[in-house]
């Protein structure tokens, strides 16, 4: 139902509850540690990618600060067991990056550290996602170094690559067809429109 806001930081507080202004119109977001730490507070317009968890009694809007945190969120709440808390408890304890990391190693023993988190739901973390690591996004910082300089984007270009993630492109990708339509004075939406025609041609070309 939602993909993302777009919007400033109304409040902010310690359990992770944000509350997003986005056109006059307040949403409440449960966040992860790490989103937390990278949300400006100074009223510059910021870009959160959402996930809307369906409850009995209860719509319970999550928030994350790209789109390869939010993969990992869903990857995490399919495993039987484990819930949206507890898999935004993981996503508080370790960046993106490393989750990716400990997955890969099977390491169970770093996950049980995590408050929430028992030998059972550990062992059945790393049993059934060591070999989806590959569905969650490689954050910029987890890139290569040729492509981690390419994905320096900020602002309006910025925004356009983490939507073209969250539509299934990789960085790299979003990154190439960016670099094709650059263009300081455009909005996110209209290099995002262009970096999709670019793609898009690439497609029907191949």
Known sequence: MYDFFRGT????????????EVGGVGYRLRI?????QRLPLDGTSVLVFARLVVRDDDLLLFGFH?????AAFDLLTAVQGVGPTMALAVLSA?????LRRVLLRKDAAALRQVKGVGAKSAERLVLELHDKVERIPAPADDLPVAERAGAALSGPADEA??????????NKEA???L???ADPAASPEELL???LTVLRQGWAGA
């Open 193 to 195: 429109r262009r970096a």
């Open 94 to 98: 370790f960046p993106v990056a490393e």
């Open 179 to 181: 670099a094709k339509v």
């Open 175 to 177: 990154v190439a067809a």
């Open 66 to 70: 790209d789109a390869a945190e939010r």
């Open 32 to 36: 992860s540690a790490q989103t937390r």
């Open 161 to 170: 690559r983490q939507a073209l993630v969250a539509l299934g492109f990789s």
């Open 9 to 20: 930081v109304a409040s902010l507080d310690t359990a992770g509850i944000l509350a997003l």
